[in-house]
């Protein structure tokens, strides 16, 4: 495992002058090889399913499709962590085994902020259903809707800054555990530094994006107006438009083929503006994650995480046992009011019993059916009543 807080010379420094330097991402050729080999992938994988028309295929191809997204994804983070730590990037096979144990994990991660979300929305929901009561509940829902929009904004802006910081920790090799430690650790002991953090590199990647985004829009307008100019392509364009010579369809007639060229060109630029966009926010992630470990003991994080959970672990199992304690001396107490119930029913029932089967006269035992007492000769048969 790659030590997060491992000397590496990208992690001093200005953290503004870090954040500032994530166009360095698009010099990392294996990361840009493995992001676009496993997007095209992906695509040739999904497009070959579909064109087979058989839905288990299809299924098949979606469910692949997500995982080798996933993987490059993953993969990518890696190479680019290897990039922030002052490292060679591996290769794209290396990358891509480790990417997919990788996407394993932050998929598990992902699932308990799921969990949390679902709770707190299902404990949001069951306050509003308290606020249906007549009167009172209009009363509570003055003070619950504020409540609630502040806690899901608090949970919102935690889950962001988490699993930001989270993916780096899962980049450079830490087991689940160990990322949540290194999570527990940034949020008790550099909470304020990565939250100023996390703003900076979000404002600068989001002007960063619009700026790009701009200019390639207006570049974009300029040569797909030429492009229908010189090829003739406005009447297919218009075509396209319901109303507008409905029987035309992409790919159809001469035109056709030049405007699947030109959607199909116009994608590739989306995805390699998307990828390169992507992979600065990644690399600018990663070396803010090393710039708030440099100096952080994960074994120390670990150890007193674990003695807290120690605690609640001890805290539920007593709780838990005095619950059982609590049941136990219910049901024996329910146990012994029906032994006594008991009790007294045959207490009541012995002596008929006794005086059935005994001689009225000598008041010896005597067996059912008997017609003469055996002991006093005394007959019984006035007395079977």
Not at 311 to 317: L, Y
């Amino acid at each position: 495992m790659n030590q997060a807080n491992q000397t590496s010379p990208n992690s001093h420094g200005g953290l503004m002058d870090l954040l500032l330097r994530s166009g360095d991402a698009l010099q990392n050729r294996q990361a840009l090889l493995t992001l676009g080999a496993t997007t095209v992938g992906s695509i040739v994988i999904m497009m070959a399913c579909v064109a087979s028309g058989a839905a288990v295929l299809i299924g098949l191809g979606s469910l692949l499709t997500v995982v080798l997204v996933y993987a490059g994804f993953s993969a990518a983070g890696i190479q680019l962590m290897d990039q922030a730590q002052g490292e060679v990037p591996r290769g794209l096979v290396p990358a891509l085994m480790d990417g997919l144990m990788a996407a394993i994990k932050l998929f598990v991660l992902g699932l308990i902020a799921g969990g949390l979300v679902f709770l707190t929305v299902l404990a949001v929901a069951l306050v509003l259903l308290i606020c249906k009561i007549p009167g009172l509940g209009s009363l509570l829902l003055v003070f619950v809707v504020p409540l609630a929009v502040l806690a899901l904004a608090f949970l919102f802006a935690s889950l962001y800054f988490a699993m930001a910081m989270v993916g780096p920790a899962v980049w450079s090799g830490a087991s689940l555990k160990e990322a949540l430690a290194m999570l527990w650790g940034l949020a008790t002991r550099r909470l304020v530094g990565m939250a100023l953090g996390m703003l900076m590199h979000t404002l600068i990647m989001g002007f960063v994006s619009i700026m790009v985004l701009s200019f390639v829009a207006g570049a974009s307008a300029v040569v797909g107006g030429m492009s229908a100019a010189f090829l003739n392509l406005g009447g297919g364009l218009l075509s396209m438009v319901p109303g507008f010579g409905g029987g035309y369809y992409p790919g159809s007639g001469s035109s056709g083929g030049s405007l699947l060229s030109l959607g199909f060109g116009f994608g590739i630029l989306a995805a390699l503006i998307g990828a390169g966009l992507l992979l600065m926010f990644m690399l600018g992630l990663n070396r803010l994650y090393l710039h708030l470990t440099s100096d952080l003991d994960i074994s120390e994080v670990s150890s007193k995480l674990a003695g807290k959970l120690d605690k609640v672990r001890d805290k539920t199992k007593q709780a838990l046992e005095e619950t059982k304690r609590r049941n136990d001396e219910v049901r024996a107490r329910r146990n012994q009011q029906n032994a006594e119930r008991s009790t007294d029913g045959s207490a009541t029932s012995a002596p008929a019993s006794k005086q059935a089967l005994s001689c009225p006269q000598c008041h010896q035992a005597v067996e059912p059916g008997d017609k003469f007492c055996e002991h006093c000769g005394y007959s019984l048969r006035g007395s079977e009543a």
